[in-house]
Every structure is written in C-alpha cells, then in structure tokens.
C-alpha cells in the first residue's frame, strides 16, 4: 500500500511570493490534515478535512493561507504571500476515518524556507 | 482548549537500557485518544503506539508500552531494551482534537 505523497520535497522562495503544496494522501482515506511543524516544535495542525468538507481550520491563517480538497481525495495548501515566520516543514497526513482512535499516517514533509 | 506537556527536553540512555518518556495532558473530553510519534532526523512522523481514553490496560506494541494513569492525566511512554536505532524526537499527541507536544529528543550511547 503507498504512503502519503507529497511534493515538492523542498521549496525555497523570498518573503511576499506565494507557494503551493500538493498532498495525495493513501488511497480511501476520508480524513485529510495538514500540519505546520516549525523547527524544535512539535506539529500544529492548519486545516483538518473529512472527504472534501472541512471540519476544523480554526489555526489556519486565512489572511495568506488556503487549502482546498478537491473530489475528496487530493490536497493543496497554499500561501499568499508569504513572510519569514512561515519557514517551517508542512506535513501532510491522512487516516481512514475522523475518530480519537484513528491513527493518522504522516508523509514525509516539504521544507519551506522564505528569505 | 486541549494541551500535552512533555517536561523533558532531552534524554540520554545506554544502549539496551529501558526509558520512560514522560506526557501529560490536559483535556476536558471525556473520550479521547494518546498517541506517540517518533520522528527521526529524516524528518517522517512514525506512529509507535495507541492508548484510548477508556481502555482499561496499558497498551504495548514490541518494545514500546503505555503508562497511562488516567487520574493523573498521564501517558508516558516506556521503551525497552535501547537500541542505537531509537535515537530520535519522541512526540505525545491527542485526539479527537489533533493537539501534539513540544517533543522529547531521546539520544541512545553505545
């Protein structure tokens, strides 16, 4: 069974250009988070999406940041434009459905680093 | 608002020896979820092992288990039998609301 894809790998870009990230997370997965994980820092979750609904963006930073989950199954996460505090690694991770016992299956990141 | 704790920074052990890595949490649900990830200097989140707020025994997965204390809003993770391999950033983590740690960097001497 493939893991969570994402792309790019790396992305390296100067304050105030914008940027996409792209998730495919394992196939029939329902549920669909994205993470923001600044160096030395644990995780914080940006959007969380169920199919293609989103059920909980409340630390997403709807000023410069969007995501969108389109026919339920692939994911971008896009920011607009972006500034220095953004540097950080973007984890996107899936799980079959929305349940506190659900284990979610991370990918393996971008790093982005804005100059 | 949901928080976990994790008061060790870092944390040295000797190959082969067992360590506990402490979590605390703070939540007002009644049912929920406590996960641990290791992510290694790679950078991918690797899922070790799961505890539900209701269950009643310890959870073990091989080498890893849960000290989970409910009353005392615990989950420490214990890892057996050290290897080199371990080395790496340990994060605790609830559910249903997706809430991770700070992290405990665990490094493992030969």
């Known amino acids: 069974e493939a893991g969570v894809a994402q792309s790019p790998r790396y992305k390296i870009i100067e304050k105030r250009q914008s940027v996409a990230f792209w998730c495919n997370p394992i196939s029939g997965h329902a549920t669909l988070y994205w993470y923001q994980q600044i160096l030395g820092q644990g995780p914080k979750l940006l959007i969380q999406f169920q199919n293609n609904g989103v059920v909980d963006d409340s630390q997403l930073p709807k000023d410069r940041f969007s995501a969108e989950r389109l026919k339920g199954v692939d994911s971008t996460l896009k920011i607009q434009p972006a500034k220095l505090e953004d540097s950080a690694v973007y984890l996107c991770?899936?799980?079959?459905?929305?349940?506190?016992?659900?284990?979610?299956?991370f990918g393996p990141g971008t790093r982005l680093l804005v100059l | 608002a949901q928080k976990i704790t994790q008061t060790q920074p870092g944390m040295f052990v000797q190959e082969k020896e067992a360590v506990t890595l402490d979590c605390t949490y703070d939540t007002s649900d009644q049912s929920y979820g406590l996960f641990w990830y290791k992510q290694p200097s790679s950078g991918e989140m690797i899922f070790l092992i799961y505890?539900?707020?209701?269950?009643?025994q310890n959870a073990t997965e091989g080498r890893y288990s849960l000290n989970f204390q409910k009353a005392r809003k615990s989950a420490n993770l214990v890892i057996s039998a050290s290897q080199l391999g371990d080395s790496a950033m340990y994060f605790c983590a609830m559910r249903l609301r997706q809430v991770f740690g700070p992290g405990t960097r665990l490094s493992v001497l030969p």
């Open positions: 505890q539900g707020s209701y269950d009643e």
């Open positions: 991770a899936s799980s079959p459905s929305w349940g506190d016992q659900e284990t979610q299956y």
